[in-house]
């Protein structure tokens, strides 16, 4: 996550969908995986903000998304000092500063209490790539997922499409079973500009309360008006 990409009509969906389980008792962990602006054009689809149409799916936050992109400035920050998702705490240091282990460790001592942590790296799981290569710090590890599961929690990541074949798109959306076998894979797609993918690792004791959650989420005007749709990937063994 970059703070330029605040308020992007993908940040719309993504807070939308974050709001909709924290208001309904989920209590959420955010680890930005932040790292800095660069100057791109990435984060500039903001017309939504001019459709009323949009409104309809949190008007709260859509209002709040307006008045902070008509100010100007662009922040994260603006997330948790106005606590856009209900009863969230917030993981805000830049990927791998001062390294990348010692900040991980950070961001699973600042979870612990968390049920649910959102990762939000700005492509995904990292891949064949290593974890010190350059640009390593725009992904997401398996093992990094791993850990926050293995602490307790559920995870929810970020991952894009991007230009994946169908097979190797369904290979990463499932990559965490490697990981996790016993674990739960069900994913929420984001469709309006480009294609975002939220991933969740769930624990079997919790699957049958979020598949109760995702079903709701599936009667909401974000679901029914087309935005997400659903999928699950791996049930329970």
């Not at 807070?15 to 995986?33: C, D, M, P, S, T």
Request: with cysteine; aromatic share 14%; charged share 25%.
């Amino acid at each position: 996550m970059k703070n330029q990409y605040f308020g992007d009509i993908g940040d719309y969906g993504k807070y939308g969908l974050l709001r909709f389980l924290a208001e309904r008792g989920v209590k959420i962990g955010v680890n930005w995986y932040l790292t800095p602006d660069d100057g791109s054009n990435d984060g500039k689809i903001l017309g939504y903000l001019k459709n009323k149409k949009d409104r309809q799916h949190d008007p709260e936050l859509f209002d709040f998304i307006g008045k902070k992109i008509e100010a100007g400035v662009r922040s994260v920050s603006f997330v948790e000092e106005y606590s856009i998702v209900p009863g969230a705490s917030y993981y805000n240091e830049t990927v791998g500063v001062p390294n990348r282990t010692i900040w991980h460790q950070q961001g699973l001592k600042r979870f612990a209490d968390r049920e649910l942590v959102f990762c939000d790296p700005d492509n995904g799981t990292i891949g064949k790539k290593s974890i010190n290569s350059k640009g390593a710090d725009k992904y997401i590890a398996p093992l990094e997922i791993a850990d926050y599961y293995n602490q307790g929690q559920n995870v929810v990541y970020y991952c894009q499409r991007a230009r994946r074949t169908n097979e190797a798109w369904l290979e990463t959306k499932t990559e965490m079973k490697r990981y996790l076998p016993n674990a739960n894979i069900y994913v929420l797609t984001f469709h309006r500009g480009t294609q975002r993918s939220y991933v969740f690792v769930l624990h079997p004791e919790d699957y049958s309360r979020y598949t109760e959650l995702f079903a709701e989420f599936e009667q909401s005007s974000w679901f029914l008006g087309g935005l997400f749709t659903a999928e699950l990937v791996e049930s329970e063994n």
